[in-house]
């Protein structure tokens, strides 16, 4: 007898950006304790590239980050995307600046990663 799972949930996809390796890690670890697909990269320039070509459900995107920005990576990924973007910033001050370019929520590092999770679940819901 062969049994299949009809209702199959599909993993949910996180792309966490972040020049800060040890950031990566704690994000990739904790959101795939909580069931989510977790992509990660350190460059502004390849998240842009992974949002158009793979399409994640959701970015946590650093907003100070070398080379590209992730006020540069909100502004080219809103040209094409409106996939949900949680901005990151040990500087509170440029919050403002993040939503106004398309963010749709902010944490100040350091932050409580259960608060990442659970945020990026209520937005998730939200946006079903």
Request: charged share 20%.
């Amino acid at each position: 007898m062969i049994i299949y799972n009809t209702n199959m949930e599909t993993k949910k996809q996180v792309l966490v950006v972040d020049d800060e390796q040890k950031i990566i890690n704690l994000l990739r670890i904790k959101l795939r304790l909580h069931g989510y697909d977790v992509i990660t990269t350190t460059s502004g320039a390849e998240a842009i590239e992974i949002i158009r070509t793979q399409q994640p459900d959701i970015v946590l995107l650093d907003i100070l980050m070398p080379g590209v920005t992730g006020i540069e990576v909100l502004s080219a990924v809103r040209a094409f995307s409106q996939v949900p973007v949680v901005a990151l910033t040990a500087k509170p001050d440029t919050i403002p600046l993040a939503l106004k370019h398309g963010a749709n929520a902010s944490l100040s590092k350091p932050f409580d990663p259960d608060q990442v999770v659970k945020m990026i679940g209520t937005i998730l819901n939200s946006s079903v």
